[in-house]
């Protein structure tokens, strides 16, 4: 089965930078979109970025002023690298996998900026 493990995330300071890591097992992995998407507390969970099979990205409202979406198919993995954090970019980062209609999603990372 998909299984979706993220990594990365912890404590940083306003200004300071974070690179996320989402490693995908039990699937095709070049075949499926790739996403990452975060909820904040009392808040919906909304897109960050993603990328597909090809390399095209999009982002969220905002974000790719700051962050940047990669994946390595070789090693199975997406990355989020973050930059220039704010404290309204704390939130638990998810991961998500998508094949046609289907979403799979890791349990998620918590990111917190503040001083």
């Known amino acids: 089965q998909v299984q979706l493990v993220e990594s990365g995330g912890g404590l940083v300071q306003p200004g300071g930078s974070l690179r996320l890591s989402c490693a995908g097992s039990?699937?095709?992995?070049?075949?499926?979109?790739m996403g990452w998407y975060r909820q904040a507390p009392e808040k919906e969970r909304e897109l960050v970025a993603t990328?597909?099979?090809?390399?095209?990205?999009k982002y969220g409202e905002s974000m790719e002023e700051r962050f940047t979406i990669s994946r390595d198919n070789n090693e199975n993995r997406i990355y989020l690298q973050m930059n220039s954090l704010k404290p309204e970019d704390t939130a638990v980062y998810y991961c998500?996998?998508?094949?046609?209609?289907?979403?799979?999603w890791g349990q998620g990372t918590q990111v917190t900026v503040a001083s």
């Open positions: 990328i597909t099979t090809s390399g095209g990205v």
């Open positions: 998500n996998a998508r094949l046609s209609t289907r979403d799979w």
């Open positions: 039990g699937m095709s992995f070049r075949l499926y979109v």
